[in-house]
């Protein structure tokens, strides 16, 4: 399981190929805003959200369903969410499936938020 760093998560917008997911609840977004790029799948619906079909998760989500291949980066407030969700998406077969271990509160503290 490798780990994104902040500068990969910043550069994310020139790779849309990656999918970067914050498994916050909206609560937590509504406080703190949320990273550029960023979708919004809870931690306790994303093994559903994962596998909806293709059709669903892009209806819902806005974005085309992850490949087994894709590059996916989770982050949370701290972290450890992430790594679960991580672990999670692993387990169902995404592959590259990584945690920014950083998640928000590095973020907010490299923006200046």
């Known amino acids: 399981m490798s780990i994104a760093t902040y500068e990969e998560v910043l550069d994310l ?3 849309p190929e990656k999918l970067l997911i914050d498994v916050r609840g909206p609560e937590e977004l509504a406080e703190t805003g949320k990273i550029p790029t ?5 931690l306790p619906v994303l093994e559903q959200g994962l596998k909806m079909s293709a059709d669903e998760f892009k209806g819902k989500f806005g974005r085309e369903k992850p490949a087994p291949e894709t590059e996916i980066i989770f982050h949370c407030k701290m972290g450890g969410r992430a ?3 991580a ?4 387990s169902l077969g995404f592959a590259n499936a990584r945690n920014y271990k950083g998640s928000w509160t590095e973020w907010a503290a490299k923006q200046g938020k």
């Open 38 to 42: 960023s979708i919004n799948i809870p």
């Open 83 to 85: 790594q679960k969700a």
């Open 87 to 90: 672990d999670l998406a692993t």
């Open 13 to 15: 917008p020139n790779h």
